[in-house]
């Protein structure tokens, strides 16, 4: 005779929730590391959010909080991804990409990701350059004046305006390159901020 042993309701009730919660959470999650990574690595990376999230089914928030327990952990994932030595130096020469080409050219901030690179890059490295360098530079990158507006401005020629523009860059970019913590950051806010 062969006995049969209940099912435990608790552990199926669980399973049921926790299956729930995959199928409401999931594409959002995946769409959003295939934006920040590629399509075979974002699978991987969200896969291993979920299965994490069973083992502390238990202990995890099963309500609205539940949302945000999960982005951040995969911010946490798409940071550790992007800290690996072969994509960060990638990055860092995407970054260096930036400050060359987009700084200098306001049309290329449509994309709110580089826009927002643009806004960490600046904020933090203002602080290096003298109260002259700093207006001149939120002149020419936050508020897209010419050089020839620049020039009304500070009272000097539109080929000064432009000199001492690009000496206040070159500025930023050896202080980005000086302080590598920064340029970790920079990168990492880069790929993450848009995730809420």
């Known amino acids: 005779m062969t006995v049969h042993k209940p099912i435990n309701s608790c552990k199926a009730g669980a399973v049921a929730d926790f299956e729930q919660s995959v199928g409401v959470y999931w594409n959002k999650l995946l ?16 896969q291993d959010i979920f299965l994490s999230l069973w083992e502390k089914w238990e202990t995890a928030p099963k309500d609205e909080g539940l949302e945000y327990y999960l982005l951040h952990a995969l911010k946490l994932r798409i940071f550790k991804y992007y800290r690996t030595e072969g994509r960060y130096q990638a990055h860092l020469k995407q970054l260096e990409t930036l400050l060359n080409d987009s700084l200098e050219t306001p049309g290329i901030f449509a994309q709110e990701d580089r826009y927002g690179l643009q806004e960490a890059i600046l904020n933090e490295a203002l602080d290096t350059l003298s109260p002259s360098q700093q207006q001149l530079m939120t002149l020419r990158v936050r508020h897209h004046y010419s050089y020839q507006q620049i020039a009304g401005i500070l009272d000097i020629d539109a080929a000064s305006a432009r000199v001492l523009y690009c000496r206040a860059l070159k500025q930023v970019k050896t202080h980005i390159k000086a302080n590598p913590s920064l340029s970790v950051s920079l990168v990492s806010a880069w790929m993450l901020f848009t995730i809420s």
Do not use: Q, R
């Not at 769409?31 to 969200?46: E, L, M, P």
């Open 31 to 46: 769409a959003i590391a295939v934006a920040k990574t590629n399509a075979h690595d974002a699978f991987d990376i969200v």
